[in-house]
């Protein structure tokens, strides 16, 4: 008979999304969409031109909208409705919405999400697909001028760090997919998981660097490996 695990977390990244057209996006090169990451995801660049900043992140919002969840999304949907457990929580490293779309529950956007404002007068969230400019007022403190892209950039701290803490101490059994391994402190949620006895899975194309802390590595697409494994786990 399987284990039963009463708190999983599945933390995601870009190989997840890559099936449903978002692959090409960030790039080996430094590259995010052709552009610079340090122009466009970065405190200081949005400090320098944050017109450009906005301008980049309209052209990228329509890109996002359409992509559709692929059978990976879809699976850990189907695992949150079926699977008798306390908790299932999703902590994902994309700002793309396919979980949302997949109709998933319990999701951590630690980057920020490609459809939300912030105002940096009063700290109000708001969503939108639709364009931003830096001469916007915000809808609630009326403030023109101090609107951004709710997206973390390069110098600003992860979102909801307290609630992933807590997940990563509670869980029993965590699942990472399509994720590089590298980049921390993301990189790090395995081995909090690992020191509190959880089961510790990586679903991903190929083995990460920090392969010693998971107790088992399934290589290949995520929407070939990660629909089966969790019907396993639906038995």
């Known amino acids: 008979m399987a284990e039963r695990y009463k708190n999983i977390v599945i933390l995601t990244g870009a190989g997840i999304s890559a099936e449903s057209g978002l692959s090409t996006f960030r ?6 969409n052709n552009h ?7 405190v200081e660049g949005f400090a320098r031109n944050p017109e450009y900043v906005h301008e980049f992140y309209n ?13 990976a999304h ?15 929580s999703i902590i994902t490293q994309n700002v793309d919405t396919l979980h949302e779309k997949a109709k998933s529950k319990n999701i951590y956007h630690i ?24 001469d916007d007022a915000c809808p609630n403190c009326k403030v023109a001028g101090m609107l951004k892209p709710n997206i973390v950039f390069f110098g600003e701290n992860l979102l909801y760090m307290n609630e992933v803490d807590y997940l990563l101490n509670k869980c029993d059994l965590f699942i990472s997919v399509g994720t590089s391994g590298v980049v921390y402190p993301a990189a790090g949620f395995v081995q909090i998981a690992y020191l509190n006895g959880a ?7 190929e083995q990460t660097s920090n392969n010693y802390m998971f107790s088992e590595h399934i ?4 929407g070939t490996t990660l629909p089966k494994f969790i019907d396993e786990l639906l038995k």
């Open 59 to 71: 052209e990228l919002r329509p890109l996002l909208f359409k992509a559709e969840p692929n059978s």
């Open 111 to 134: 980057h920020g999400q490609i459809n939300q404002i912030v105002c940096l007068n009063c700290g109000h969230i708001f969503e939108t697909w639709g364009e931003t400019h830096t």
């Open 74 to 88: 879809l699976a850990i949907t189907k695992l949150q409705e079926n699977y008798k457990a306390e908790n299932i």
């Open 219 to 222: 290589i290949g697409k995520a």
């Open 36 to 42: 610079r990451v340090e122009d466009v995801a970065s």
């Open 27 to 32: 790039s080996e090169n430094g590259l995010w």
């Open 199 to 205: 089961k510790t899975i990586e679903f991903n194309m």
